[in-house]
């Protein structure tokens, strides 16, 4: 859910972009011709906009043509069901693991993705990207969930804040069972993706039952429930605070404590069975260049770039250069691809702890 409305957020900003871009078919087509290349990726989440395409096409002379997937299921399924048709595909970590367990993509070459060589090490070395020592994606954009508190007040240092009697009825939570038994885990000192003590992170989240007073689950709800001042600390999102603080005005600070942020990272990979894998490391390239970066985050609003460069391209003001901070991605750990299992164990801690909120 945190996903699909972090994308959707994205697609609202680049609607009108979108109305007035060129004429993309909604359909993969056949992509073989030389020069043209087929995208898949979620609609209006950045390969898409058309002032990049047209600069790209002039600069490369590579067409570039999309098809559109509405969830991370449905882009795996039309990459086992459709070969030969994509060159590139937008996926996040977990996925991207996935894909190369089902020998889905092919190697990256980064020799022809010159502009990996500043992309954070953190975020290339990812277990989810990588197998067997090759690399299977460009790491592109990332973003994570920490805490947001009011301005004025003191800033917490660690996610134990969130049980603090100072808060006493003043904490909104994100509403997502994979992020707050995140947060279990690191307030008990556990893997947030392999927490081993489920009854230690179920009752760190109970502890913070006195100061909850609201779940939210989406970003307008967010800001409206902080405009009107019906709390004052939240676990949310890091593009959202940039969001928030940059198109509604709100006095909202990201703060990243000592346990780290709970992060996700979106990668560009190859199809194994691309016809163009030439073309796409040519846009992977393009993608992570400080020079369509700036343009996107400054014009249109994007997450954090995987590529230093391209963030400290940035002007110093600029909000989404300081809520996304180089230090953070050293204690920030991401969100991995779980087994069945260990969801439903995770969304079952998490209805526990809202059931024991609501009592």
Known sequence: ?????????????????????????????????????????????????????????????????????????????????????????????????????????QPIDFTKVPNAKTVDDNLLSNPNFSKDGKGYAVPWVWGMTSLAIREGMPVPDSYAALADPAYKGRVAMDDDAII?????????????????????VTAALKS???????????????????????????????????????????????????????????GLGIPVSAPNAEGALAFANWMIDPAFYVEWATKVGAPASSNSAALEALPADDLSRQVHKPEYLKTM??????????????????????AFYAE
């Open 1 to 105: 859910m945190t996903e699909i409305t972090r994308r959707n957020t994205l697609k609202l900003m680049t609607t009108a972009l979108l109305l007035a871009g060129v004429g993309f078919s909604s359909l993969p087509g056949k992509a073989f011709a030389a020069g043209t290349i087929t995208v898949l990726n979620w609609q209006g989440y950045g390969t898409d906009e058309a002032w990049s395409l047209k600069a790209f096409t002039e600069k490369t002379g590579i067409e570039v043509v999309h098809d559109y997937y509405s969830s991370e299921s449905e882009m795996l399924t039309k990459l086992r069901t459709n070969p030969g048709t994509y060159d590139l595909v937008v996926l996040n970590a977990a996925r991207c693991a996935q894909a190369v367990a089902e020998d889905l993509l």
């Open 180 to 200: 707050n038994v995140g947060v279990g885990a690191l307030m008990s000192g556990q893997d947030i993706n392999d927490p081993k003590d489920l009854a230690a």
């Open 208 to 266: 913070i039952k006195p100061n909850v007073k609201l779940l939210w689950s989406t970003e307008d709800q967010w800001n409206k429930s902080f405009a009107a001042k019906e709390f004052d600390l939240s676990l949310f999102w890091s593009g959202g605070s940039v969001r928030s603080k940059r198109n509604s005005k709100l006095p909202v600070t990201f703060v990243v404590p000592k346990e780290g942020g709970i992060g996700w990272v979106d």
């Open 333 to 354: 750990g991401i969100v991995s691809g779980i087994p069945d299992d260990r969801r439903e164990a995770f969304n079952n801690v998490w209805q526990e702890v809202k």
